[in-house]
C-alpha cells in the first residue's frame, strides 16, 4: 500500500507553459492581421480624416502591449516552472509505510490503493505524520485503567500521571479481569511507531491512564461520585491537553445530567486549563440507538446526555467502514464528527489488547504469540467508545504542530477537515455556513492530514461569547416550562463562525428539577431538531 510520490513538479509536458503558448498565437495572429502596417494602411490613412488616424494609431499601441503581455507571460511562466522544480512542493508526501506489521490492518488509518486513491472513509494518519506524530502532547484516557507495560504502549506511556481516582492511589492499571476497554483505547491514540505490533493516530504523543470506574456499584451511576468525579476534570490541567472521557452513563435512557461541583469543575477546565486555553474534551455519543447484542431499539438521544451536549465538548459518534452511521450510534444535535468502528455484519478495527489471555482476545497464537496482545475481527472491542480515541490522536496531531490553539480552534478545526462519505444520508443537509452536517455523524469524519495542515496557519478566533438573544431569532415556536409559571430566557453563546448553541432555561425551580432546551444552529440558524429534557 506504500504511496509514492515526488517532492518535485516533473518537467515533462507542463500544463501552463502549452497553455500559454496556445493563447499566444491567436493573439500575435489576430495583431498581425489588424494592426500590420502596410503601404496599402499608409495610404489609406493620408486620404481619412486625422480622428481615424487616431484611432487607428491607439489600436496599434494597444496591440503592442498585448505582444508585450504575451512576452511577459511567457517568461513568468518559465520561471515559474523553475522555481518549482528547485522548491519542495508545498504538500509533502506520505509518510514512510510503518514497518509495524499489522499496520496494514488498520484500515481505519488507511484505506487507500498503491497509487493513493482512497478506496473507503479513513483518518489519513499518514498524511499527517509528515508534518508531526503527536510530539508534546500528553492525553489521557478516562475509562477503566490501561495496561501501561503493554510493548507498544509502555515507550509512551507516563505512570507516574496515572491515577486511580476512586481508590486514589498513583495507579492507572486496570483492577478486575473485565477492565479492558482502556487498554484498546490507549492504542488507538498512541501505539508507537516500534516496527512492532500496530500504530496509534499519534505515535510520539504521550498518554496517562485515569481509573474513573466504582469499586462498588453506584445506583443510578457507572462511575465514580461526583466529587471525586469533579477532580478528574481539573487534575493536571496544565500538563494534560487533552482529556477522552471514555465512559458514558449506561444505568438509565433518560436525562443525565452533572452535579454543581462537577459543572464548576469543567467551567474550571475550560477556562484555565493549558494556560487559559482550555482543555479539549473527547467523548463518545454513546450506543444505546440499537442494542448491539439483542436488538432491541432504544432510540436514546445524545442530547439527553448533559455530559456530552455541553458545547464545550468535541462529542464523536460512530461510522463503519462504508461510512455510513452504525446501528449502534446515538444520535443528535450536539454530535460534532464521527471516528469508525466495526458494526454487526462489518469488520472491527485493530487495537491494543491486555497481554496474554486477558482482556478482550483470549485466544493464543503459538506460531505468532503477538497476536494474543491485540484486539481485531469479532473479540468485543465496538461502539463509540471506538471512534472517540481516534478523534483524540487527531486533537493530538493538531496541537502538535500549534499548541497555541484554545478549544474553540480545535473544534472549528475538526469541522473544516471533517467530510461525509454517506451522501444517501436523509438526515444530511446543508447549514447556514454550506458545510454538511447531519445529527448522525455531525460534520462528518476528520482527516488528519488536513487538520494538521489547516492548525499550521491557523489564527485564534475571539473569545467565548455568552449573550442574551431576541425570541425573534428562534427559528421554531418557543416551548412551554413545565412550571407554566415564567416565560423561558434565551441565551446564545457562540462556539465559533460555524456553530452556535441555543439554550432555553426556566428560573423557576420545581421538585429540584428546571425546564431546559438543547439545539444546535449554524449562523443562519438553521437546525431542524430540539431537544427538551429536564435536568438539574
Aim: contains cysteine.
Amino acid at each position: 500500500m506504500a504511496i509514492a510520490r515526488n517532492t518535485k513538479v516533473s518537467v515533462e509536458p507542463n500544463k501552463l507553459l502549452i497553455a500559454s503558448f496556445a493563447l499566444a498565437a491567436p493573439i500575435r495572429f489576430f495583431v498581425r492581421l489588424t494592426f500590420r502596417r502596410t503601404d496599402e494602411r499608409a495610404q489609406a490613412d493620408s486620404l481619412k480624416p486625422l480622428h481615424f488616424a487616431r484611432i487607428f494609431r491607439i489600436f496599434e499601441y494597444g496591440a503592442r502591449l498585448m505582444r508585450l503581455a504575451s512576452i511577459l507571460f511567457l517568461a513568468l511562466n518559465s520561471l515559474a516552472i523553475l522555481a518549482q522544480n528547485a522548491l519542495p512542493n508545498l504538500r509533502p508526501p506520505y509518510a514512510p509505510f510503518p514497518r509495524d506489521p499489522y499496520y496494514t490492518n488498520e484500515w481505519h488509518l488507511e484505506q487507500r490503493d498503491p497509487d493513493g486513491s482512497r478506496t473507503g472513509p479513513d483518518i489519513n494518519a499518514r498524511g499527517a505524520w509528515t508534518r508531526t506524530k503527536g510530539e508534546g502532547v500528553v492525553v489521557a484516557i478516562i475509562d477503566n485503567g490501561v495496561e501501561l507495560t503493554h510493548h507498544d504502549l509502555v515507550t509512551n506511556a507516563l505512570p507516574d500521571l496515572s491515577y486511580d481516582f476512586e481508590v486514589g492511589v498513583t495507579n492507572g492499571f486496570p483492577r478486575t479481569d473485565s477492565d479492558n476497554r482502556g487498554t484498546a483505547a490507549a492504542g488507538l491514540v498512541a501505539a508507537a511507531m516500534d516496527g512492532r505490533g500496530i500504530v496509534g493516530i499519534a505515535p510520539a504523543a504521550k498518554f496517562v491512564s485515569w481509573n474513573i470506574h466504582p469499586t462498588n456499584s453506584i445506583p443510578g451511576r457507572s462511575f465514580i461520585l461526583p466529587d471525586k468525579m469533579a477532580n478528574v476534570f481539573t487534575y493536571l490541567s496544565n500538563t494534560v491537553a487533552i482529556q477522552t472521557h471514555e465512559w458514558s452513563e449506561t444505568q438509565t435512557l433518560g436525562f443525565v445530567a452533572p452535579t454543581n461541583v462537577e459543572s464548576e469543575a469543567i467551567s474550571n477546565a475550560i477556562v484555565f486549563g493549558r494556560g487559559g486555553k482550555g482543555i479539549i474534551m473527547v467523548r463518545p455519543a454513546g450506543d444505546l440507538h440499537v442494542d448491539l447484542f439483542s436488538g432491541s431499539w432504544f432510540g436514546r438521544n445524545v442530547n439527553d446526555d448533559a455530559y456530552a451536549s455541553d458545547p464545550r465538548v468535541i462529542t464523536v459518534a460512530a461510522a463503519r467502514i462504508d461510512g455510513r452511521v452504525t446501528s449502534f450510534s446515538d444520535r443528535g444535535a450536539c454530535i460534532l464528527v464521527a471516528g469508525l468502528s466495526g458494526d454487526n455484519g462489518f469488520p472491527n478495527v485493530w487495537s491494543t489488547d491486555r497481554t496474554g489471555i486477558s482482556g478482550y482476545n483470549f485466544v493464543t497464537f503459538p506460531t505468532e504469540p503477538d497476536l494474543s496482545d491485540y484486539v481485531f475481527g469479532n473479540l468485543g472491542f465496538i461502539g463509540t467508545a471506538v471512534s472517540a480515541p481516534m478523534v483524540s490522536g487527531v486533537c493530538a496531531l493538531i496541537l502538535s504542530v500549534n499548541p497555541n490553539l484554545t478549544y474553540r480552534d480545535v473544534q472549528q478545526i475538526l469541522i473544516h477537515a471533517s467530510r461525509h462519505f454517506d451522501k444517501a444520508d436523509p438526515d444530511l443537509h446543508r447549514n447556514g455556513a454550506g458545510y454538511w452536517v447531519s445529527h448522525r455523524l455531525g460534520f462528518g469524519i476528520p482527516d488528519a492530514a488536513e487538520a494538521v495542515r489547516l492548525a499550521e496557519t491557523w489564527h485564534n478566533r475571539p473569545p467565548l461569547q455568552l449573550s442574551r438573544t431576541s425570541r425573534r431569532m428562534f427559528p421554531f415556536p418557543m416551548p412551554r416550562c413545565v412550571c407554566k409559571r415564567a416565560r423561558p430566557e434565551l441565551f446564545r453563546r457562540s462556539i465559533n463562525p460555524l456553530l452556535h448553541f441555543l439554550r432555553l432555561a426556566c428560573s423557576q425551580t420545581i421538585r429540584r428539577l428546571t425546564c431546559r432546551w438543547s439545539m444546535l444552529a449554524s449562523p443562519r440558524m438553521r437546525s431542524r431538531k430540539i431537544c427538551t429534557a429536564k435536568g438539574r
